[in-house]
């Protein structure tokens, strides 16, 4: 049973940074295109960024290019995101998840493996 596990949301000032991470276990990690996802209140659960399998390739949603960073550990089973100059309009829950496919994929609708979330609050 694959499971991912989000961690690192906090309450955060505006144009500060946070790094969240999401822990894979129970799946061949390296095998996963990864994504990150997030949901404000409201809100249908919109792509942030992806990174392929071996984490040479990216891409991000226009909103956050320039800020987020996507980044991986193959070696211990780990999916990063590095967010910077953070907006009030970044407030969000943040979902990892994982793909079965053999690319980089941005829909939610073709990822199958999917954290609980973390809160991402940003203060103006």
């Known amino acids: 049973q694959v499971q991912l596990e989000e961690s690192g949301g906090r309450l955060v000032q505006a144009g500060g940074s946070l790094r969240l991470s999401c822990a894979v276990s129970?799946?061949?990690?390296?095998?996963?295109?990864m994504g990150w996802f997030r949901q404000a209140p409201g809100k249908e659960r919109e792509f942030v960024a992806a990174?392929?399998?071996?984490?040479?390739?990216?891409k991000y949603a226009d909103s956050v290019k320039g800020r987020f960073t996507i980044s991986r550990d193959n070696a211990v089973n780990t999916v990063y995101l590095q967010m910077n100059s953070l907006k009030s309009e970044d407030t969000a829950a943040y979902y990892c998840?994982?793909?079965?496919?053999?690319?980089?994929?941005?829909?939610?609708?073709?990822?199958?493996?999917w954290g609980q979330g973390t809160q991402v609050t940003v203060s103006s």
């Open positions: 998840a994982a793909s079965t496919m053999p690319w980089l994929v941005i829909s939610r609708y073709q990822y199958d493996y």
């Open positions: 990174i392929s399998r071996s984490g040479e390739s990216t």
């Open positions: 129970g799946g061949p990690f390296s095998r996963y295109p």
